[in-house]
């Protein structure tokens, strides 16, 4: 080791005071050369990794809720098939078969006439026949139609045929 690379020649006295020690200025550190400290470097990579674990767990929550929704329609659905017997046209004041329900057995004749309680936000026809809905009262603004065993989990009704 010659004596410029010792540890004592790497320091000199700052100017005026020679109780402080200034590095030299042909000594360079390696992380001041690029303009970031090593902590600096550590606290980047550990935001990264919060930011990267934050990012799947929102993906994974996201779908989880959304299996959850799927789940919670699917199960309303079925017990609203439970609910209707068979044989009859029945309708929900909410949508996805929650509030007041209404059952309708079919009439003989397919005429326009209005839905049980003037309004119907859920249908389902346990009936044996095909059935249209309207969002006028007139049916004049087709809203869906129904083949038997169908249903419909969030629309607005006010007349069928």
């Known amino acids: 080791m010659s004596s410029g690379d010792s540890p004592a020649a790497r320091w000199q006295p700052m100017a005026g005071r020679s109780s402080f020690l200034r590095p030299s200025a042909a000594v360079r550190h390696p992380d001041r050369e690029r303009g970031t400290s090593m902590a600096k470097r550590r606290r980047t990579a550990r935001i990264s990794a919060v930011l990267a674990a934050v990012a799947v ?70 009936d044996n026949q095909t059935w249209s809905f309207y969002g006028d009262v007139n049916c004049g603004a087709h809203v869906v139609t129904l083949s038997p065993g169908q249903f419909a989990a969030n629309v607005l009704v006010r007349t069928w045929k």
């Open 57 to 126: 767990l929102g993906t994974l929550t996201g779908t989880a809720q959304a299996g959850t929704t799927e789940a919670r329609e699917s199960a309303r659905q079925h017990r609203a098939e439970q609910l209707c017997p068979s044989g009859y046209v029945c309708f929900w004041s909410r949508p996805y078969f929650r509030g007041v329900m209404r059952v309708y057995k079919n009439p003989r004749f397919h005429i326009c006439g209005w839905v049980p309680g003037y309004q119907a936000r859920s249908v389902v026809n346990r």
